[in-house]
């Protein structure tokens, strides 16, 4: 009966393996019980979820990413000549955006649990448009720090935001779909920026503002008008008035919640912080997760240096940003698809960095010319490693403050991989880049070797969990993943 309870709330047809593949997960939990089907209302219900909370996050991501390499667009429209920026200064113009962001992840945390999240973050993404815009005011590299470390600071809380809600509404086995359309989304901003770049190129210092300020300007009203549309309608939580539910699927919720183990608590529990901070599993994905964006803050901020130094035009190299979106796009989707397929999420984590690897080692050897633009759009598949690690962290961590301990964990080294990025392309390497290169390569192979080790520690406990199985626990009771012994971790 036990066994029975636990393949019911925590393993569906999509779910990830306990030891090796999703067919000896459903074996190995029980023998008498068959996969989980959702019924027709639950269906039903996850389509009314995902027109009302999709479109809120995809625009959010959207918005973030194009406010963020907004720096890169204008590299080539003027920006350096115009601030009189050294090559080196335009890096650490790249890393001072992670900086503020690293700061605020600690007050950040504190403030999810305690304000609801809608409230929160549009707020903080009217800043945010507020420091865009004023971003086209600056006329050197110290106003230019300053707006880059705000936007920063501000930007800082998106992502826990998202992924705290996506945690909360969405079932563990569509979280993979999730976390992918939030990564697929930054490949929308890519391309859709990018295209509107290419025409704001041709603005051409229309009322006597130069070109490189206008993106700034149009990017940062419309992030302000979308944060006010934040603030009054994100549905931030299972029960939103947005997602208009029936006395039904207020139950269906209920039964999703023990499915993905988390309630919303507003009190901030130290031993969950304490019990992931002894995890080696925490330092391994974290580690992961700073080899991952490595290349993509060398990749975000040097996009048009580098395509532009293989001799195409400003313009075209701004055109040429939308394959570069649309290869992220594809890469993130291609690994949500592996991980739902082959029911692995190391799997799908080893083949996203294994192509990254093969592009960046593109860059690296390759002469300056057409051809290398190849190993440029490789090198965007860590785009899907970074949809796999969202999904391990966020399918296998249990107990509120764990989780969102765990997301800010992570986010401050996704910041200080951003960060380090764009530092290690030295100017005097230009255009090849090599110790930038040579670093991102390592990076992508210490990935799957770490990915593997965490694979196998849950393994083990899912071993163990297996052959002894304990009695149900109430969901409402907040315990983490190591307290309840019924959970069994996605793989």
Same mark, same amino acid.
């Given at each position: 009966?036990?066994?029975?309870?636990?393949?019911?709330?925590?393993?569906?047809?999509?779910?990830?393996?306990?030891?090796?593949?999703?067919?000896?997960?459903?074996?190995?939990?029980?023998?008498?019980?068959?996969?989980?089907?959702?019924?027709?209302?639950?269906?039903?219900?996850?389509?009314?979820?995902?027109?009302?909370?999709?479109?809120?996050?995809?625009?959010?991501?959207?918005?973030?990413?194009?406010?963020?390499?907004?720096?890169?667009?204008?590299?080539?429209?003027?920006?350096?000549?115009?601030?009189?920026?050294?090559?080196?200064?335009?890096?650490?113009?790249?890393?001072?955006?992670?900086?503020?962001?690293?700061?605020?992840?600690?007050?950040?945390?504190?403030?999810?649990?305690?304000?609801?999240?809608?409230?929160?973050?549009?707020?903080?993404?009217?800043?945010?448009?507020?420091?865009?815009?004023?971003?086209?005011?600056?006329?050197?590299?110290?106003?230019?720090?300053?707006?880059?470390?705000?936007?920063? %600071?501000?930007?800082? /809380?998106?992502?826990?935001?998202?992924? !705290? #809600? @996506? &945690?909360?509404?969405?079932?563990? =086995?569509?979280? *993979?779909?999730?976390?992918?359309?939030?990564?697929?989304?930054?490949?929308?901003?890519?391309?859709?920026?990018?295209?509107?770049?290419?025409?704001?190129?041709?603005?051409?210092?229309?009322?006597?503002?130069?070109?490189?300020?206008?993106?700034?300007?149009?990017?940062?009203?419309?992030?302000?008008?979308?944060?006010?549309?934040?603030?009054?309608?994100?549905?931030?939580?299972?029960?939103?008035?947005?997602?208009?539910?029936?006395?039904?699927?207020?139950?269906?919720?209920?039964?999703?919640?023990?499915?993905?183990?988390?309630?919303?608590?507003?009190?901030?529990?130290?031993?969950?912080?304490?019990?992931?901070?002894?995890?080696?599993?925490?330092?391994?994905?974290?580690?992961?997760?700073?080899?991952?964006? %490595?290349?993509?803050? /060398?990749?975000?901020?040097?996009?048009? !240096? #580098? @395509? &532009?130094?293989?001799?195409?035009? =400003?313009?075209? *190299?701004?055109?040429?940003?939308?394959?570069?979106?649309?290869?992220?796009?594809?890469?993130?989707?291609?690994?949500?698809?592996?991980?739902?397929?082959?029911?692995?999420?190391?799997?799908?984590?080893?083949?996203?960095?294994?192509?990254?690897?093969?592009?960046?080692?593109?860059?690296?050897?390759?002469?300056?010319?057409?051809?290398?633009?190849?190993?440029?759009?490789?090198?965007?598949?860590?785009?899907?490693?970074?949809?796999?690690?969202?999904?391990?962290?966020?399918?296998?961590?249990?107990?509120?403050?764990?989780?969102?301990?765990?997301?800010?964990?992570?986010?401050?080294?996704?910041?200080?991989?951003?960060?380090?990025?764009?530092?290690?392309?030295?100017?005097?390497?230009?255009?090849?880049?090599?110790?930038?290169?040579?670093?991102?390569?390592?990076?992508?192979?210490? #990935?799957?070797?770490?990915?593997?080790?965490?694979?196998?520690?849950?393994?083990?406990?899912?071993?163990?969990?297996?052959?002894?199985?304990?009695?149900?626990?109430?969901?409402?009771?907040?315990?983490?993943?190591?307290?309840?012994?019924?959970?069994?971790?996605?793989?």
């Amino acid at each position: 009966m036990t066994n029975k309870l636990v393949s019911e709330n925590f393993v569906d047809d999509k779910a990830a393996s306990v030891y090796s593949s999703k067919d000896e997960e459903l074996s190995s939990v029980s023998n008498n019980s068959s996969p989980f089907v959702k019924s027709e209302a639950e269906k039903h219900l996850v389509r009314k979820i995902n027109m009302a909370l999709m479109p809120f996050v995809g625009a959010i991501i959207f918005i973030q990413f194009v406010d963020k390499s907004t720096l890169g667009i204008s590299a080539v429209l003027g920006i350096i000549e115009d601030t009189h920026l050294s090559g080196t200064q335009y890096s650490w113009l790249g890393s001072f955006f992670y900086l503020g962001f690293i700061c605020f992840q600690i007050p950040n945390n504190y403030f999810i649990q305690r304000f609801p999240i809608s409230r929160y973050l549009g707020t903080l993404l009217i800043f945010w448009g507020i420091v865009m815009g004023c971003t086209a005011l600056c006329h050197n590299f110290a106003q230019l720090v300053a707006c880059r470390f705000l936007l920063g %600071l501000f930007e800082a /809380g998106t992502y826990p935001c998202l992924l !705290i #809600i @996506v &945690n909360t509404v969405y079932r563990r =086995s569509e979280q *993979s779909a999730a976390y992918g359309f939030l990564w697929f989304s930054n490949g929308a901003g890519t391309m859709v920026g990018s295209a509107c770049a290419y025409g704001i190129s041709w603005i051409n210092h229309a009322n006597g503002i130069q070109t490189w300020r206008w993106p700034y300007i149009i990017w940062g009203s419309l992030t302000a008008l979308f944060g006010i549309l934040t603030f009054f309608f994100l549905p931030d939580n299972p029960h939103s008035f947005m997602f208009r539910l029936t006395a039904e699927e207020k139950d269906i919720i209920e039964e999703r919640t023990k499915d993905n183990a988390v309630v919303r608590v507003r009190k901030v529990k130290r031993d969950h912080i304490w019990e992931a901070l002894k995890e080696p599993r925490l330092w391994l994905l974290c580690l992961s997760t700073l080899c991952n964006n %490595l290349h993509n803050g /060398g990749l975000v901020v040097f996009s048009t !240096i #580098i @395509v &532009n130094s293989l001799g195409f035009s =400003s313009q075209e *190299s701004i055109l040429l940003q939308i394959p570069s979106g649309c290869s992220a796009a594809c890469f993130a989707a291609l690994a949500v698809y592996i991980a739902r397929k082959s029911g692995q999420l190391y799997l799908a984590a080893a083949v996203s960095s294994t192509i990254s690897l093969v592009g960046v080692i593109l860059l690296a050897v390759l002469p300056n010319s057409g051809v290398k633009l190849l190993g440029y759009f490789l090198a965007w598949a860590m785009n899907g490693t970074s949809v796999i690690l969202l999904t391990i962290a966020g399918s296998n961590v249990l107990g509120y403050t764990k989780k969102i301990f765990y997301n800010g964990m992570n986010l401050i080294f996704y910041t200080l991989g951003n960060f380090i990025g764009p530092l290690v392309m030295l100017d005097r390497e230009t255009p090849t880049y090599k110790t930038g290169m040579i670093i991102y390569c390592i990076g992508n192979a210490a #990935i799957i070797v770490m990915l593997f080790v965490v694979r196998q520690m849950m393994a083990r406990q899912n071993k163990l969990r297996l052959a002894n199985p304990t009695p149900s626990v109430d969901v409402h009771d907040d315990l983490t993943d190591r307290e309840n012994k019924t959970f069994i971790y996605k793989l």
